[in-house]
């Protein structure tokens, strides 16, 4: 798995994307100064492609660690976010620009893990997709869950 970036289309084909990331809920626009890393993978729920982006202070379980945070214990590290994956709709949305972590250390924790990045992902949206049916407001108001993305994509999902 590499990281890439997305086309600045992305940004304004989707002007609108709940908890995502780099999304200010307040003046309802993206924040475009920084520019982010992110994990593509194709999961198998309606082969649905989805980019994970690169986060520093990742709190959760939701996630693919890289590198493992040691000097604060409510911080597991830096890695791929799961809770705020961006739904691809366009292969074009995907910059063949390869992103470059500064440590070359984690950037090798990628090498031949999308499969099981994938699987756990597909584990991700499938406790969403069944704790959202069940109304289980215990899952859905988890750290893991509670601010997720996957609310944007209910429609593709199947959830509705």
């Given at each position: 798995?590499?990281?890439?970036?997305?086309?600045?289309?992305?940004?304004?084909?989707?002007?609108v994307?709940?908890?995502?990331?780099?999304?200010?809920?307040?003046?309802?626009?993206?924040?475009?100064?920084?520019?982010?890393?992110h994990?593509?993978?194709?999961?198998?729920?309606?082969?649905?492609?989805?980019?994970?982006?690169?986060?520093?202070?990742?709190?959760?379980?939701?996630?693919?660690?890289?590198?493992?945070?040691?000097?604060?214990?409510?911080?597991?590290?830096?890695?791929?976010?799961?809770?705020?994956?961006?739904?691809?709709?366009?292969?074009?949305?995907?910059?063949?620009?390869?992103?470059?972590?500064?440590?070359?250390?984690?950037?090798?924790?990628?090498?031949?893990?999308?499969a099981?990045?994938?699987?756990?992902?597909?584990?991700?949206?499938?406790?969403?997709?069944?704790?959202?049916?069940?109304?289980?407001?215990?899952?859905?108001?988890?750290?893991?869950?509670?601010?997720?993305?996957?609310?944007?994509?209910?429609?593709?999902?199947?959830?509705?």
């Amino acid at each position: 798995m590499e990281l890439r970036k997305l086309a600045p289309s992305y940004y304004l084909d989707n002007p609108v994307v709940q908890q995502a990331l780099d999304f200010d809920m307040a003046s309802n626009s993206w924040n475009m100064l920084k520019v982010r890393g992110h994990g593509i993978v194709e999961i198998t729920f309606n082969n649905l492609i989805f980019a994970f982006p690169v986060r520093s202070h990742i709190r959760h379980r939701a996630s693919f660690i890289l590198e493992v945070n040691r000097k604060d214990r409510h911080i597991k590290g830096m890695g791929l976010d799961y809770s705020k994956a961006l739904l691809i709709k366009h292969r074009h949305h995907i910059l063949d620009e390869v992103f470059l972590l500064t440590s070359k250390q984690a950037g090798r924790k990628l090498v031949n893990k999308g499969a099981h990045i994938s699987n756990q992902f597909n584990a991700y949206v499938a406790k969403y997709i069944l704790s959202f049916r069940k109304r289980d407001t215990h899952v859905l108001n988890s750290y893991e869950y509670r601010y997720t993305t996957l609310i944007n994509y209910h429609v593709e999902l199947g959830v509705d």
